[in-house]
């Protein structure tokens, strides 16, 4: 299909004014559906493309940058095909969970509109409509942008391309918080602008070095032979540091459980498992492929930072009351397992960690959406009031369980297949260059693995089992628009699971090519 | 076996079948349950006959000592193969695993008959099986694991199978403290220190397989023994050793071994038809057949030249500290359930023993037969005592022994039964499967000529003191004496004791039964076993065993020959004085127990050790989950709140509206101060034009 790629980015920016006047003439309903149309027709489009290989498409665009292209090979299609998948199931899950939020913010304008003027307002259904339209239209249209801003970061062949999708995906997201948000929301979507665009910024200076000096920004004139060795150093450390700052990692993660924690759901089940893991892509991508060398250099810190990542991460997740913060440490952690896998610089491991990040968007999206339906059924998201609602919510309490499953990598969940194949990476490179560090490495991240175990199986325990408190008594399940998504990616995570060249089949060669191997 | 079906020779099906209908029962249960949740029962008891009938069905091809091995493409881009192997030995576990949960599919029909959660506990119980078929159909080690982690998946599910943590559902005295740890437990705690314990064993097992398949590029089995140049290497840097115990890790987490033991007790809070399929058919099963699935291995390469011993040391004595370790906390408790399940801890440890014995010796057949006859036999007898020990829970309501007292003239039957199947733990001679496997071991043990023999011998023959002391001790407080008051207290409201029902006493009965049947007969049972895992040993592995010749000068009776005398010597000496202290004690009542122990403060301080679980328990809780989550609070406290959280948010906010007020400052609005201000700049510029 031509300008295939091109549709599947570009429609959704140019159709989500289409979905803001739907929703604020019609009606939420149709806006989702809207939404879901295109988001599905896009997703179909991506993956079609991924079935039939390497797609690569190139546009003419100004003469400083070079091409404004899009490449879609055994990197770039799980990370695309992951991302939009996402974003069209939670199209659907959006609706309901929104008019929540959209109900909850409108009493909350009555009241202050209310004591300001200090007089009895009769509050009219129809200004309670004319708002849930209004906002909705707003919130589909930036949903799509910021769907789009994703697979345009992902699919991007050009540094400055690269560089603008990457924005692109932020600017929505932070309206996303600021503008419906729990808690301080406008300081923690400020906060979420502030740190990510610091990180951008030293990318953006990481990406100028690189293109400065090679006069290109094109991904396919990127010879690292033709940059000095310092030069490539810098702007790697540079474009490391800028994405682990989207990646969350160690030290740059303490924007993340403030986002995630006050983040509408839906935008925190795009957020933790689709939009950080990009960071990884970009390692990926401009790091492990593009200057190789420095990689090689830089692969034992990467390992160890991812090491710390994942201990930390889990460590902190431990100790968390509220269930979103508590699934954000849990992102945190599982990033660490990604660069961990970067780190280990085998084919195996940087094909376990892609197949990682594949599995951590089907087990996070559950979980998020699983904290979603709470949050709207139950009304609390901490530990200490929840408590024995497997026996009010069950198809929530199956699906959690498969999400938490996904995460902790058992059989025949998805997870699984990520890590063993991970981990083997890390075993293979720590025996081939006899080094202790790796070894030590390879055991602890093992370890972790039962960390991750404990914490999660906590949360099912303090969410799922137990007494049911007596102000639970009359929690009802989900409804179906936030149900069914929910089954449809624990199914997925069990057929990954126990089929997994879905996505292997694309991932391992591409992993041998880049390694040589 | 030339008949074919749908292009697969018909044992190769049933391979496949065995552990596919369980797995297919599971998955269509729910929506069963939504249809009538009456049907449910009847899907499971028909699946589990049905995976059973396809297990009896391979029978013929293990007493050809033939293999069945059958692989289909899996994972293409690793070149992973999924596959069945059915050899003699996983014919024989399948069968073993098929029949039993059968049975205890038949009691659980009517054990747990009118619980509302009746279609999710279907729906584990048959994961459950299935997984544990997996495990011991599959032909290579990723496919084990997916069974293996399916088995801890489901122990965890179901051990916490009451999930509202009702009271009545703990295990453990309320309000009893070691060390300062609680020894109470609610089932969703429990589950989850079953299935985090046994994720330790599994982080060593997945460590382990990694590093076989890093040098082999296979995980299966048949491709291992087919080339060994992969042990070579790795025996060549010193990681052949590592591996197979990174291996048996898995095996002790499976197993409840030492140290890893201490899930096991806190896993009596399922449904008691649960703890019968853990402690018989599966879950702590699936560890001894693992160390009998490489074990062959590991030895043929010792024969081979690459030597790993140590492997054998490892576990045998592993299994031998867990034998005792758990026997003799077995005879202290006060809850039926536990005490059962310490003596599935202490008997799996034989197993352990002996399979690691025959490593260590010239005869490895025999150790192997020994181990593998006792898994069998244990099979028969415990699932037979925890069914039977269910009935009683289920009739008294009360987990408690010193609740119980007195039954034997109101449950007739469960009485017998419990006689015969403790009989057979207790390893009555001649007449119980349980004596001809213990004595295999003995002799076993005792043969092997290794310099480890003797003090294993010795603890093998203390561990079976003390196992015939607690089951006659669990069958006298139970069964013998007076009521206690709780009966008399429910006998005053209306509930008079009575028999269980028929659908609970049959399975247990027809095992008990089968306990003394097979025992009867158990001398050629072994003799036919130990024929066929010679062939399978041979054929497999090439590893011969060297028949002694008869000891012509054999004291002992002609229907015994061939036996050791020293280890039949020792099983009678070991059984006398176990059930005679034993019936001291609690069923001839003529000392008193409570007293005896006060009596001098050597073995109060003894019993107080035992009871506290040797302080392992606590230990284990202080190591693993205080300390770290204690560790956990600090960090979060004075690093991530502080440092990071107010360092680099609240901080660097801060000193930007800092930095802000400063520059604000300059901004007075005072034009003359503005005016000085450019006047100054603008001499300074002109100052630096001029030099």
Redesign the interface.
């Known amino acids: 299909m031509e300008y295939a790629l091109l549709q599947a980015v570009f429609l959704p920016l140019l159709l989500s004014p289409v979905a803001y006047i739907l929703g604020r003439k019609v009606g939420p309903t149709p806006a989702m559906w809207f939404t879901f149309a295109i988001l599905l027709y896009t997703t179909i489009i991506v993956i079609n493309a991924a079935l039939s290989g390497t797609v690569e498409e190139h546009y003419p665009w100004t003469e400083q940058f070079g091409e404004f292209g899009f490449l879609m090979d055994g990197l770039a299609s799980p990370f695309a095909i992951m991302i939009y998948v996402l974003s069209t199931i939670l199209a659907i899950y959006s609706k309901p969970y929104m008019i929540h939020k959209f109900h909850e913010q409108f009493e909350e304008e009555q009241k202050i509109n209310h004591s300001e003027s200090g007089q009895s307002s009769v509050v009219e259904s129809s200004a309670l409509t004319n708002y849930v339209n209004a906002k909705s239209g707003l919130y589909f249209a930036l949903y799509l942008v910021f769907a789009m801003g994703m697979l345009g970061t992902v699919l991007a062949t050009n540094l400055i391309e690269f560089y603008i999708f990457f924005e692109v995906m932020l600017i929505p997201g932070f309206f996303l918080v600021a503008l419906w948000g729990d808690g301080p929301r406008r300081k923690i979507g400020l906060?979420f602008l502030f740190w990510t665009h610091a990180g951008a910024v030293v990318l953006l200076l990481g990406f100028l070095m690189i293109g400065l000096t090679l006069g290109s920004f094109d991904f396919a004139d990127i010879q690292e032979s033709e940059l000095p060795a310092d030069i490539a150093m810098y702007s790697a450390v540079a474009i490391a540091i800028g994405l682990g700052v989207k990646l969350a990692v160690f030290?740059y993660?303490?924007?993340l459980p403030?986002v995630h924690g006050a983040a509408p759901t839906p935008i925190s089940a795009l957020l933790s498992p689709a939009m950080i893991g990009i960071g990884a892509y970009g390692i990926f991508r401009l790091i492990v492929e593009f200057l190789p060398a420095t990689f090689s250099e830089l692969a034992i810190w990467f390992h160890i930072w991812g090491l710390v990542t994942m201990i930390?991460g889990g460590?902190?997740a431990?100790?968390q009351d509220d269930l979103k913060r508590f699934l954000a440490y849990s992102s945190i952690s599982q990033m660490g397992y990604l660069l961990f896998g970067i780190g280990s610089m085998s084919a195996y491991g940087l094909a376990g960690a892609e197949m990682m990040y594949v599995t951590h968007a089907i087990g996070k999206g559950i979980l998020f959406m699983m904290a979603g339906i709470i949050i709207v059924k139950v009304g609390t998201r901490s530990f200490s009031k929840l408590g024995?609602l497997?026996?009010k919510m069950p198809i929530t309490a199956v699906c959690a369980v498969i999400g938490a499953?996904t995460i902790m990598g058992?059989?025949?969940t998805s997870g699984?297949m990520g890590e063993?194949?991970m981990?083997?990476g890390a075993?293979?490179t720590a025996?081939a260059e006899g080094s202790t560090v790796r070894a030590v490495a390879?055991?602890l991240g093992?370890?972790a693995?039962?960390l991750t175990?404990?914490y999660m199986?906590?949360m099912l325990?303090r969410v799922?089992?137990?007494?049911?408190p007596e102000h639970l008594q009359n929690v009802k399940e989900g409804s179906w628009y936030m149900t069914i998504p929910m089954m449809i990616l624990a199914g997925f995570s069990i057929v990954v699971g126990i089929y997994?060249?879905i996505f292997?089949?694309t991932?391992?060669?591409y992993m041998n090519g880049v390694m040589g191997v | 076996m030339a008949t074919e079906l749908m292009g697969f020779e018909i044992g190769t099906l049933s391979a496949w079948l065995v552990w596919i209908l369980p797995f297919a029962a599971a998955m269509i249960m729910p929506g069963i349950g939504k249809l009538s949740q009456n049907a449910t029962k009847f899907i499971a008891v028909g699946f589990a006959l049905m995976s059973a009938i396809s297990a009896a069905t391979m029978i013929p091809v293990a007493l050809e000592a033939h293999e069945l091995h059958h692989q289909i493409m899996w994972i293409e881009a690793i070149g992973l193969k999924a596959g069945v192997l059915a050899d003699p030995l996983s014919i024989i576990m399948a069968n073993v695993v098929a029949w039993i949960s059968f049975l205890i599919m038949i009691y659980s029909t009517g054990y747990m008959k009118g619980d509302k959660d009746i279609t999710r506990f279907w729906f584990w119980m048959m994961f459950f099986i299935g997984s544990m078929q997996l495990i011991v159909l599959s032909d290579n080690l990723l496919q084990v694991f997916f069974g293996w982690e399916g088995v801890g998946l489901a122990s965890y599910a179901l051990i916490s199978f009451w999930y509202r943590d009702k009271k009545k559902d703990h295990v453990g005295t309320e309000g009893r403290t070691v060390l300062g740890m609680l020894d109470y437990y609610a089932p969703t705690h429990a589950g989850m220190k079953a299935f985090i314990m046994t994720k330790v064993g599994d982080v060593m097992m997945i460590a382990g397989m990694l590093l076989i398949f890093l040098f082999a590029g296979t995980f299966g089995f048949k491709e291992l023994m087919g080339n060994t140049d992969w042990a070579t290497a790795m025996a060549a840097q010193g990681l052949l050793v590592p591996a197979f115990v990174l291996l048996f890790g898995g095996a002790m987490g499976k197993s409840a071994q030492f140290p890893l033991n201490e899930w096991l007790l806190e896993a009596m809070t399922g449904p008691t038809a649960v703890s019968a399929l853990i402690h018989a058919a599966t879950m702590v099963k699936a560890g001894v057949f693992l160390v009998a699935r490489i074990g062959p291995l590991v030895f043929a390469l010792g024969a081979a030249g690459i030597l790993a011993d140590q492997f054998f040391e490892i576990v045998a004595w592993v299994g031998a500290i867990t034998a005792l370790l758990l026997a003799t906390q077995g005879m202290v408790n006060p809850e039926i359930k536990k005490v059962l399940a310490y003596s599935t801890g202490s008997q799996i440890g034989y197993m352990m023993m002996a399979l690691g014995v025959a490593g260590l010796s010239h005869q490895y057949v025999d150790g192997y037969t020994a181990g593998f006859f006792h898994l069998i036999s244990h099979a028969m007898f415990k699932a037979s005592l925890f069914m039977a020990a269910g009935s009683l829970l289920h009739i008294v309501g009360s987990r408690f022994m010193t609740d119980m007292g007195g039954l034997r003239k109101h449950m007739k039957k469960t009485y017998a039964f419990m006689w015969a199947a403790g009989l057979g733990l207790m390893g009555a001679p001649f007449i119980t499967t349980g004596f001809w496997s213990k004595d295999a071991i003995f002799a076993a043990v005792y043969e092997s000529g290794n310099e480890w023999a003797l003090p294993l011998f010795a603890i093998a023959v203390l561990t079976a003191i003390i196992t015939a002391f607690y089951t006659t001790r669990m069958i006298g407080l139970v069964f013998f004496g007076k009521k206690s008051k709780h009966i008399e207290k429910m006998e005053e409201e209306g509930h008079p004791i009575h028999e269980a029902s028929v659908s609970m006493w049959v399975p247990y009965g027809i095992l008990a039964v089968l306990t003394i049947g097979i025992g009867i007969i158990g001398l050629s049972a072994e003799e036919g076993l130990h024929h066929t895992f010679e062939y399978y040993l041979k054929n497999s592995f090439g590893i011969y065993s060297s028949h002694a010749a008869a000891d012509e000068s054999s004291i002992l009776p002609e229907f015994l020959q061939g036996l050791n005398p020293v280890a039949l010597g020792a099983s009678l000496v070991a059984f006398a004085t176990g059930i005679g202290l034993g019936y001291i004690f609690y069923i001839g009542r003529w000392v008193d127990p409570v007293k005896f122990v006060n009596s001098n403060i050597f073995f109060y301080a003894i019993h107080k050790l035992f009871l506290n679980r040797w302080y392992l328990n606590a230990i284990v809780y202080w190591c693993f989950v205080t300390t770290p989550l204690w560790l956990a609070r600090g960090v979060s406290r004075y690093f991530e709140k502080t440092a990071i959280d107010y360092g680099m948010n609240d901080g660097v906010q801060k000193a930007a509206s800092w930095g802000a007020k400063v520059i604000q400052g300059t901004q007075t609005g005072v034009s003359q101060s503005y005016l000085f201000v450019f006047g100054a700049g603008l001499l300074f510029v002109v100052l630096i034009l001029l030099m």
């Open positions: 906060m030290m993660h303490i924007w403030y930390y460590a902190m431990l100790m024995g497997a026996g499953l058992v059989p025949p699984f063993w194949i981990f083997y075993l293979e025996i390879f055991g093992l370890v693995t039962a175990m404990s199986l906590w325990k799922f089992f137990g007494k049911l997994p060249d292997l089949k991932i391992i060669p």
